[in-house]
């Protein structure tokens, strides 16, 4: 579906809503459209929110290419400006705290005394704790248990697991908090067994 641009003689200006849906269906000229629109707003939120004008270029590149291709926004909920902004600033916090906590961990390090390595009988104890909660891992639903792999196994935050499955980021605590409950309890079941 060709878009008419408003700078064409007697075009009218093409709606957000039109161009997101053009954008979804491949337009690369919708992207600039809306670039052009609003690379200046998220922009600007992103250099207050980050600091430095790298961290906010990349930045509002990912948010636009988040635009594309993840398909979250719903202009029956707002106007893509909101949108963009809120995405934008959800997006600043998460790799504000990544920053964080990468920092807290490589100042940790750096101050640990020497650690010898793990002996044998250490290395046994830490693959059979591993068994066990795999094992506990299958006793969750599918859902708290995608929710924690993603989370500890591959470090997402909860906001970009919900961005990924596709649900509100309640749903996911929620499932989070549940999953995490289930799989003590059954931790301790099965310590309490080994014990008896």
Do not use: N
């Amino acid at each position: 579906m060709p878009i008419p641009y408003p700078s064409a003689p007697g075009a009218q200006p093409t709606t957000d809503t039109t161009l997101v849906k053009c954008l979804w269906q491949g337009d690369l000229d919708a992207m600039g459209i809306l670039y052009d629109r609003y690379s200046g707003l998220v922009y600007t939120i992103a250099l207050r929110s980050l600091g430095d004008t790298a961290s906010a270029e990349d930045l509002t590149q990912d948010v636009f290419l988040t635009l594309m291709h993840r398909r979250t926004y719903d202009p029956d909920r707002g106007a893509l400006s909101s949108y963009l902004s809120m995405l934008t600033r959800s997006r600043a916090i998460d790799r504000l705290r990544a920053k964080s906590t990468r920092h807290k961990y490589l100042h940790q390090w750096q101050h640990q005394p020497h650690v010898p390595e793990p002996s044998p009988m250490d290395h046994a104890s830490q693959q059979e704790r591993h068994t066990l909660v795999r094992a506990a891992l299958d006793h969750l639903t599918q859902q708290q248990r995608q929710v924690l792999e993603l989370s500890y196994y591959q470090g997402q935050s909860q906001s970009e697991i919900a961005e990924q499955l596709g649900v509100p980021l309640g749903t996911v605590k929620s499932w989070a908090r549940r999953g995490l409950l289930r799989l003590r309890s059954h931790l301790q079941d099965q310590l309490s067994e080994e014990q008896a």
